[in-house]
């Protein structure tokens, strides 16, 4: 069995774990296995790009990671859409898959609206280390 992909809200008060359930089901609909990962907020909510994380194996494959970027891009979109009135300037909106039980970050998806196009940024332009960890099983 493949390792599990977990999408983890890192601020439950901008986005709830019920408004994940549509990414949750799009994963799930292209045959991946997803859980829901949790953390307690404690004390004041994160800072405005830490609202979503996405947890994958480090031998995920290119194909899987592409087709999760996908969905996770529809998602937000979605967002973008539901939402428009939330800031008069656009929220960008990242994406950052993280390889290991360290937090090594590997790659950043950034949408600035919902009609963008989704830039894919490579290490070398953000910070590897999130200092972040996964989600207990």
Partial sequence: MADPVI?????PRIVKPEDLEGLV??????GLEVRLGYLEQRGYGVTWWEV?????AARTGEAVI???VGDVVGWMRER??????????PKVAL???YEDDEGEATEAV????????????????FERYTRKKPPEP
Wanted: without cysteine; charged residues 35%.
């Fill in 110 to 125: 950034e949408l600035r609206s919902a009609d963008d196009e989704p830039v894919r940024r490579p290490t070398e332009e």
């Fill in 95 to 97: 994406l950052v898959f």
């Fill in 66 to 68: 592409d087709q999760v």
């Fill in 52 to 56: 979503l994380l996405i947890w994958m």
């Fill in 7 to 11: 999408v983890q809200t890192a601020n």
């Fill in 80 to 89: 973008f859409r539901q939402e428009p009135e939330r800031s008069q300037r």
């Fill in 25 to 30: 089901s799009a994963l799930e609909d292209n």
